[in-house]
């Protein structure tokens, strides 16, 4: 596969690597020629490095590792080198006190799609911390991390399946990508808890088997514990 990186910094790192590895071609684009040189040094094998133009023309998958303020005009620029691509977005467009910038208006995924109708865009790997992507493979308490993945377009969503299991980890069906602000809202809510509170965010959801509330007892058993 065919992987146009747009973005020089830590998810473009951590991601790219496992895609490298798995022996995509893989081209960083950057505004800075120099920090994409030294990225794609860095991941070495098949990554090159160009433009932000060249990398949206090269990838039939693209990687918008921009942060939210930047990632909509950029691809508003290059909308007619995505056209047809598949575009991921990991962005969070989260603010000052953990709080959500798309509040009352369109998610930063959606924005991203507006800006290049044009493409596929697809919502993945916003919710872990870059150090998280680079570990190989994610893997906790002997469960491979989920990544919930939110796009329309189900050849789109394939192929960001397959990314995301050679990055070590289970994808999970998100919905639409009507449904990426809810990961964005999630990414503010579980920064906030993790960052601001010191808090564990995996301990506020039951184990699945819990998830519709505990199991029922059968109607026999339930006649016994009141004999």
């Not at 040189?37 to 023309?57: C, D, Q």
């Not at 962005?91 to 995924?109: C, D, E, R, Y």
Request: charged share 20%.
């Amino acid at each position: 596969m065919r992987i146009g990186v747009l973005g020089t910094g830590n998810m473009a790192d951590a991601l790219a690597t496992h895609w490298v590895r798995a022996g995509h071609d893989v081209v960083v684009g950057g505004r800075d020629v120099h920090k994409a040189e030294r990225l794609a040094t860095r991941l070495g094998g098949s990554a090159k490095p160009g433009s932000l133009r060249a990398a949206a023309e090269f990838g039939q998958v693209v990687l918008a590792a921009l942060p939210f303020g930047a990632g909509a005009s950029v691809a508003r620029g290059l909308r007619t080198a995505l056209d047809g691509k598949v575009l991921i977005d990991c962005s969070n467009p989260v603010g000052p006190g953990f709080l959500l910038l798309t509040q009352g208006g369109p998610s930063a995924a959606q924005q991203l799609a507006a800006a290049a109708p044009g493409t596929h865009v697809v919502k993945a790997f916003n919710l872990c911390h870059e150090d998280v992507w680079r570990m190989t493979p994610p893997v906790f308490d002997g469960r491979s991390l989920a990544v919930p993945v939110c796009g329309d377009d189900e050849t789109a969503l394939a192929l960001v399946h397959q990314l995301v299991r050679q990055a070590g980890c289970e994808p999970v069906a998100g919905g639409g990508l009507e449904r990426a602000g809810l990961l964005e809202a999630t990414a503010a809510l579980f920064i906030g808890l993790w960052v601001g509170e010191e808090a564990d965010a995996q301990a506020i959801a039951p184990p699945l088997a819990y998830a519709a509330g505990p199991a029922h007892e059968e109607p026999e058993d339930a006649e016994k514990a009141f004999r």
